[in-house]
């Protein structure tokens, strides 16, 4: 479990691609490294994956076809910029929202804007994650917990990012038209879950999820 809030910004430095997955090599700060280990989680850019080697300067992880399949994992190439988040802690505080770092899908950045300080960011999201948002709820854009400021149509949704958020994020790095990787919010997922049970006609029981 993650809460969205980025620890670091760490770079690509190696890949290869292996029978039914991928190896990627990231260099990191040793803050992040300090309580990381071999078989840790750490979520690069929202998607929750395993540290298969610590290194002093950083780590590996290996992404199996599901995760290529349903984030953006695939793309990474030598330099990419990666948001890096551990494990939350149980007793930390949760200053961001719950975030599985299971990735829904690859949305779209469309628009970038600027206003007093502040970037007015503009993507499209999957379906699913449309139609389970609402106003002022919780999102995670490769792995960066944002609240919604509205829901336009097509499948967007709008996004205020502070001044701190963009300088502390990969987001400063993206242009018009890359993929990011997004999470919609969890308790969204499981009231939509009980609701469809529920039109089925087959009760509510904890035992439906």
């Known amino acids: 479990?993650?809460?969205?809030?980025?620890?670091?910004?760490?770079?690509?430095?190696?890949?290869?691609?292996?029978?039914?997955?991928?190896?990627?090599?990231?260099?990191?700060?040793?803050?992040?490294?300090?309580r990381l280990q071999k078989g840790g989680s750490v979520a690069v850019d929202g998607a929750c994956l395993t540290a298969v080697e610590v290194y002093s300067d950083g780590f590996a992880v290996e992404a199996v076809t599901t995760t290529l399949l349903r984030t953006v994992a695939g793309g990474y190439e030598y330099g990419s910029r990666v948001n890096l988040e551990r494990a939350t802690v149980v007793g930390d505080h949760l200053d961001g929202h719950l975030v599985q770092g299971h990735v829904d899908g690859v949305g779209h950045l469309m628009e970038i804007r600027h206003l007093d300080g502040t970037r007015i960011l503009e993507a499209t999201v999957p379906p699913m994650v449309h139609a389970q948002s609402i106003q002022h709820g919780s999102i995670a854009l490769n792995g960066v917990s944002l609240t919604i400021n509205r829901l336009t149509l097509e499948n967007r949704v709008e996004i205020a990012v502070s001044p701190h958020t963009w300088e502390a994020t990969n987001l400063q790095f993206l242009s018009v038209g890359d993929p990011l990787n997004v999470e919609g919010d969890l308790i969204a997922k499981y009231v939509a879950r009980l609701l469809r049970y529920n039109e089925d006609g087959k009760g509510g029981s904890s035992d439906a999820l």
């Open 1 to 34: 479990m993650f809460t969205g809030i980025v620890e670091a910004v760490g770079c690509v430095v190696g890949e290869r691609d292996l029978p039914g997955l991928r190896w990627l090599r990231i260099e990191a700060t040793s803050g992040l490294l300090e």
